[in-house]
């Protein structure tokens, strides 16, 4: 499941949503972004996104984590609007039999989502404000699994 | 067809949001950009660096040399920066 929001989330009740009434998943992963202040450099984060797009990409990511693993359930939450540092901005879970498939689609997920949810980063702190720049060292992690692909 | 922009594609072009005929010659997403770039200096600049620019068709991430016939919107914007 997705959903793109511009309240908070709360982990621990995402979890238990995920997993009530449920006696078969054995391995639950989560992974949670929250906003930096980079050493005070940064007040306000705003989220912009692509209402429609993002959405469908999501789907599309969460979509293909489940064709590679033998994923039980998924969620990712990612949120968007005025942010503060140490507020959430995005949730993914997964749960599995066994904690191998969790763990890594936990990560192919953010990874995925990284370089492809159509979501752009706005700092502002003392020093002004600026577009965050995407860092090419997530087009690395997110190309790193484009080998196990190829069985697509 | 809708175009979108966001992010700083939208600021520099200074338009979220416009519904425009490009001439019939126009076939691909980069050459919807070399001619958004001669409507005014705001696009020139928005679109100088057009490398950098990714582009969706309807919704979908499309490359540089994507057939725009027939799409219903198109959407420019920098390197996403989610997650």
Same mark, same amino acid.
Do not use: M, P
């Given at each position: 499941m997705i959903r793109v929001q511009q309240e908070d989330f709360d982990i621990g009740a995402e979890i238990a949503r995920l997993k009530a009434?449920?006696?078969?998943?054995?391995a639950i992963v989560s992974f949670t972004g929250t906003v930096r202040d980079r050493g005070g450099a940064v007040t306000e984060m705003t989220l912009e996104h692509y209402p429609g797009m993002t959405e469908a990409e999501l789907q599309r990511i969460e979509a293909e984590a489940c064709a590679r693993w033998p994923l039980q359930a998924s969620l990712i939450v990612h949120r968007y609007g005025a942010l503060k540092p140490g507020d959430n901005i995005v949730l993914v879970v997964t749960a599995s039999e066994h904690r191998d498939a969790a763990f890594e689609a936990a990560k192919f997920l953010m990874d995925y989502l990284k370089t492809r949810a159509p979501f752009w980063k706005r700092e502002s702190g003392p020093g002004g404000t600026r577009w965050v720049e995407a860092a090419e060292s997530d087009d690395a992690s997110a190309a790193a699994w484009k080998p196990k692909r190829a069985a697509e | 067809m809708r175009l979108l922009y966001f992010a700083w594609v939208k600021e520099k072009a200074g338009v979220a949001a416009e519904d425009i005929e490009p001439p019939e010659?126009?076939?691909?997403i980069a050459e919807l950009i070399v001619w958004l770039k001669t409507r005014g200096p705001e696009f020139a600049n928005a679109f100088? $660096?057009?490398?950098v620019i990714r582009a969706a068709i309807d919704k979908s991430h499309a490359r540089h040399?994507?057939?725009?016939?027939?799409? $219903?919107e198109i959407a420019f914007f920098p390197p996403v920066t989610g997650g």
């Open positions: 009434g449920r006696t078969d998943i054995g | 010659n126009v076939a691909t100088a $660096r057009s490398e040399d994507a057939k725009i016939k027939g799409a $219903r």
